[in-house]
């Protein structure tokens, strides 16, 4: 532990069962935190949780999709019969992997509605879902975005935009929630060389790599230490605001 404050909060993260949710979820348990690993699947958040108690964590795992309120509400639930309260909620549950590059004419209505419904409005129904656990007490609500809204990526128009809207989401709930002790940022990374990503583009290892100005593939540890600061006593004046987390990539 690095001393960070973070020590028996409880906290839950989305999607926690690989990639960067993973990530997040060991990131925050080897600092101490009790780590809800949520998930849609429940043998890959069962797998995590079990991975990180071998190794003297505390994390427990919770099958949720975060698109349906009421499995958001009974995810919610489960975390406060066992704790009582929530100190850090990490919105990272997202569509990604399966996604085929396409112009956006070609976006059929349903998969724009999916990638909607997981990206930006389950950040949003789990993010109404903790504030009341949070409001008055104080709270850190982290909000997964990407650096591509920034960029404005071809091909990916669905996925931009749902990533944009947790963007202008995070702005608004920060001016919200302020009074409340809570503080809500948004994390966007770059290009990072998760399995969802290998399996989106052929050139994974090197695609984007000249434009930046580290020379290499981001993995997904690199989004940790953001990740950590952010839901820690170290940014209790930092709210509203979209770090971007890139190697300093040129939008171009």
């Not at 975005?145 to 990526?153: H, K, L, N, P, Q």
Request: one cysteine or more.
């Amino acid at each position: 532990m690095s001393g960070l404050g973070l020590a028996g909060k409880i906290a839950i993260v989305t999607g926690a069962g690989r990639g960067l949710g993973f990530a997040f979820a060991k990131g925050l348990a080897d600092e101490g935190a009790k780590v809800v690993v949520a998930d849609i699947n429940g043998d890959a958040a069962s797998e995590v949780a079990k991975n990180l108690s071998a190794n003297g964590a505390k994390a427990f795992p919770s099958v949720v999709n975060v698109a349906d309120e009421n499995s958001v509400v009974a995810m919610v639930d489960q975390v406060i019969s066992a704790f009582g309260c929530v100190d850090v909620l990490v919105n990272n549950a997202g569509v990604y992997a399966g996604l085929k590059r396409k112009p956006f004419y070609e976006i059929s209505v349903e998969e724009w509605d999916r990638v909607m419904n997981v990206n930006l409005k389950g950040a949003f129904l789990c993010a109404k879902a903790v504030y009341p656990l949070m409001k008055g007490r104080g709270g850190k609500i982290i909000n997964v975005a990407s650096a591509t809204v920034f960029s404005g990526s071809p091909l990916w128009m669905h996925y931009v935009a749902s990533k944009g809207g947790m963007i202008a989401m995070t702005r608004v709930m920060a001016r919200e929630i302020g009074d409340d002790g809570i503080t809500a940022n948004a994390l966007a990374p770059g290009f990072t060389l998760t399995e969802a990503s290998r399996s989106a583009i052929e050139d994974a290892e090197t695609y984007g790599v000249a434009r930046g100005s580290i020379h290499r593939a981001a993995q997904p540890d690199d989004m940790v230490g953001t990740c950590l600061w952010l839901a820690s006593p170290l940014s209790n004046f930092v709210t509203g605001q979209t770090v971007i987390v890139d190697g300093g990539r040129q939008f171009i």
